[in-house]
């Protein structure tokens, strides 16, 4: 598969490029998708969630009612999970919600996700540039030269850029990530996906 280079004016370049079929024309594994993005959600979670139980509410300890000749059933404690203000049965307590996968799961899952991004023709690459001053206003500039202004872009740089970054982190539609941090999610949250030129090449060493 070849695609033309743009420029940041959405002219092209006169340049192309011919992208790995090995990452771009896979068939998707969706299984893998599902497995690596339920692991980068994961890995998102605190997991700080925490509930009191019975033996650690403040409340007396003094038997409500007598055990018996009440009519009533026997209760030992206003702590307990029954009463208002009680301890929660089996409530949530503080864990690790992280899991293992294997690289080459990961990986399969990241090419998966591009060879969709090429199927569905939502891969535009642009050749490599720069700003001189962080300018959100020359960041709408450019997505919209690009046609992709009504989307959700993902930018793929190849080295971390700060002007770059900045201009676009206002832009609520518009992440800008380097090549060490694309992966299986941010690519399919994505409705377009915009490579800088040199990108495509270095895939393959991501681990």
Do not use: C, W
Not at 32 to 54: F, M, P, S, W
Not at 166 to 192: D, Q
Request: glycine fraction near 6%; aromatic fraction near 8%.
């Amino acid at each position: 598969m070849e695609l033309p280079v743009y420029k940041i004016d959405g002219t092209e370049s006169g340049k192309k490029v011919s992208l790995d079929p090995g990452i771009f024309e896979i068939e998707p594994n969706d299984h893998a998708i599902y497995l690596d993005v339920k692991q980068y959600l994961a890995n998102q979670r605190q997991g700080t969630h925490k509930t009191k139980e019975k033996s650690e509410v403040a409340y007396s300890t003094k038997k409500i009612i007598r055990q018996k000749g009440s009519g009533g059933a026997r209760h030992g404690s206003i702590k307990s999970p029954i009463y208002v203000g009680g301890g929660r049965v089996f409530g949530p307590r503080p864990r690790d919600y992280s899991f293992k996968l294997n690289k080459k799961v990961k990986q399969l899952a990241r090419f998966s996700a591009l060879s969709y991004k090429a199927k569905e023709q939502a891969l535009t690459i642009v050749e490599q540039f720069d700003m001189e001053a962080p300018k959100t206003k020359k960041m709408i500039e450019i997505i919209k030269n690009l046609k992709v202004n009504d989307r959700k872009v993902l930018f793929v740089l190849p080295n971390n850029s700060d002007n770059i970054y900045l201009s676009s982190r206002n832009l609520p539609n518009v992440k800008v990530i380097t090549l060490n941090e694309i992966n299986t999610y941010h690519i399919l949250n994505s409705t377009s996906l915009v490579l800088v030129d040199g990108v495509q090449d270095n895939l393959r060493g991501r681990n």
